[in-house]
């Protein structure tokens, strides 16, 4: 397969500079190959869309689990159908978004019962992380969090490659939102991000002078913890005690004491993302292994409400999302068990529950409680899968930050009257969390 010849890993020096004006070339080899390994590979008999399966192609439950979900999220699939996808990857390489698109055009074609995704994991070995191969058990998640940070450096507009360090205050959040906005585009901007990054704000206060500190944050998923000494939760509360402010004691350096004071903290929402994910901490370490945290994890399918944890100067007032998947994990340990996913099929009209357990499907009834749910997939309520779509491959996403950029100097203070743009757009991250992924994934099925 010299075609696809692997990029060069930490440490390594590339086979093969890429220059500007192949990208369409990885792109195509990678897809054709793909298309071909899957055809040669795969289970065909035709099948109701949004019924295929996807084959344990060697402990790969973890891949398979994270893909159903997110190829049954229209707005997410037909960005990275073969014509669209072509267009949107970069200079850097493209290899990754073929071999995906070819995954997704052909698990959405209703010509298999189940495919193989054997090229596709190869092609993430090769070019992403190199564990993911070697037929062990993995965290799910971990994998999720490679695998949309692939899909963003190929597709990302931006050409700096310099972050930039926040200086904000509380006086004008407007204003502040709005240059964190700019200044992440010049790096980070992707259709990636504009479907899935939501942006915190977290504000510093010193208890001794009440200078403060605010910090933007851009991440593609949102993780809660989960108590250990409850039998039942309710999602909603994980959110509130997510959301709730902290007390830093005698642990921040107040710029203006010059020592370590007292402060509280509080984080909020300031923008919402048109797919949600939220990742539950239902892993903990003990003695070296991942012990699993079963407690009962009550869910809102047909609408969860973020709207009481957006910050009070963010120009939203509606976050409402529908749940349209989850991955669940089977077993009380992380390096044992088995992943499994349920999603909505919104192939057919009344949005259809089905189950995968790698290459078997079954309808099911919506999930609304589980002990083993561990990812919850949410959609933006209004969101028009069509219309988001184009404008996420376009880079003008529904929400963009560009519209935060009627935040001017001419705004005296946040107490003015929310402008939609200060920032109302999905954010474009700061590369500063959820894209490290962690190294838990010594684990065997």
């Known amino acids: 397969m010299s075609a696809v010849a692997p990029s060069a890993h930490k ?128 965290d799910a998640q971990e994998f999720q969090i490679y695998l949309l940070d692939a899909l963003h450096q190929e597709t990302n507009r931006a050409n700096g490659l310099q972050t930039f360090e926040q200086n904000y205050d509380s006086s004008n959040l407007r204003k502040s939102a709005s240059d964190f906005f700019k200044r992440s585009q010049l790096f980070s901007s992707s259709p990636i991000n504009d479907l899935f990054n939501v942006t915190t704000i977290s504000v510093i206060q010193c208890s001794t002078c009440s200078t403060t500190s605010v910090l933007f944050e851009a991440m593609n998923q949102i993780s809660v913890e989960l108590p250990t000494n409850k039998n039942c939760l309710n999602l909603k509360d994980c959110l509130e005690a997510h959301f709730s402010p902290t007390n830093l004691e005698d642990n921040w350096d107040c710029p203006k004491c010059k020592s ?48 009481p944890f957006l910050h009070d100067k963010s120009p939203l007032k509606i976050a ?20 499994t996913s349920s999603v909505a099929n919104f192939a057919t009209k009344d949005k259809e529950w089905l189950n995968f357990n790698d290459a078997i499907c079954k309808p099911c009834d919506a999930p609304s409680s589980s002990k083993n749910v561990y990812i919850l997939h949410y959609q933006q309520i209004h969101a028009d899968s069509g219309s988001d779509a184009e404008a996420a491959d376009s880079g003008t996403s529904h929400d963009r930050e560009s519209s935060g950029e009627s935040g001017t100097d001419s705004e005296e203070d946040q107490d003015g009257p929310d402008a939609e743009a200060a920032g109302s757009g999905t954010p474009h991250d700061s590369e500063s969390s959820g894209e490290s992924g962690t190294d838990r994934e010594e684990d065997q099925e």
Not at 320 to 339: E, N, P, R, V
Request: hydrophobic share 40%; aromatic share 10%; proline share 4%.
């Open 11 to 138: 440490g390594q020096k590339a086979e093969k500079e890429i220059s500007h004006d192949e990208p369409d070339k990885h792109f195509m080899i990678a897809y054709e190959t793909a298309t071909q390994r899957i055809s040669k590979e795969s289970d065909r008999k035709q099948t109701p869309i949004g019924h295929t399966g996807l084959v344990n192609v060697g402990n790969s439950c973890f891949m398979n689990a994270i893909l159903q979900p997110l190829l049954h999220a229209p707005i997410f699939s037909q960005l990275f159908h073969e014509k669209r996808a072509q267009g949107l990857v970069n200079w850097k390489n493209g290899i990754i978004s073929g071999a995906f698109s070819a995954l997704i055009d052909m698990a959405l074609s209703g010509d298999f019962r189940a495919i193989s995704p054997a090229f596709f994991l190869e092609m993430i070995a090769l070019h992403v992380r190199l564990q993911f191969v070697n037929g062990e058990q993995h």
């Open 260 to 307: 370590k004071q007292p402060a509280t903290q509080s984080t909020k929402i300031w923008t919402v993302p048109l797919l949600l994910i939220i990742q539950l901490n239902r892993f903990s370490q003990r003695d070296g292994k991942f012990e699993k945290n079963e407690v009962e994890l009550t869910f809102d399918v047909d609408e969860l409400d973020l709207a």
């Open 320 to 339: 409402a999302f529908g749940l349209y998947g989850l991955t669940d994990h089977i077993g009380q340990q992380l390096d044992s068990g088995h992943y």
